[in-house]
């Protein structure tokens, strides 16, 4: 099975993504982590789910949230986050992360 490991700025945004829906509501917050921890799960088993999208970088749509995982393979045992995007930010405002 397959790591996953976030850069650090995605990760800063899933906390800032679940800060915000826990203001609305905390079991929409909870479900948007959920659904989040589920699509990860999915690119374990399957990384190459997510659609090809800028070079060497897939787009994996979060299901019921303007959301995607941007990611990338590593050495063929490692996911990397690179970001964790509202569909509706700047575009490619993640394209300098390493």
């Known amino acids: ?22 203001t609305q509501d905390k079991a929409i917050a909870l479900e948007f982590l959920n659904t989040v921890e589920s699509s990860t799960n999915l690119l ?7 659609l090809k999208f800028r070079g060497s970088v897939r787009r994996l749509v979060i299901s019921k949230f303007p959301y995607s995982l941007l990611y990338r393979l590593l050495d063929g ?3 990397y986050i690179l970001a964790i995007a509202h569909h509706k930010q700047k575009p490619n405002y993640w394209r300098k992360r390493k």
Do not use: C, N, S, V
Not at 45 to 50: K, T
């Open 77 to 79: 045992e490692q996911i």
């Open 1 to 22: 099975m397959k790591e996953i490991i976030f850069h650090p700025l995605a990760q800063q945004e899933l906390d800032d993504a679940i800060g915000y829906y826990k």
């Open 44 to 50: 374990t088993r399957y990384p190459e789910l997510g």
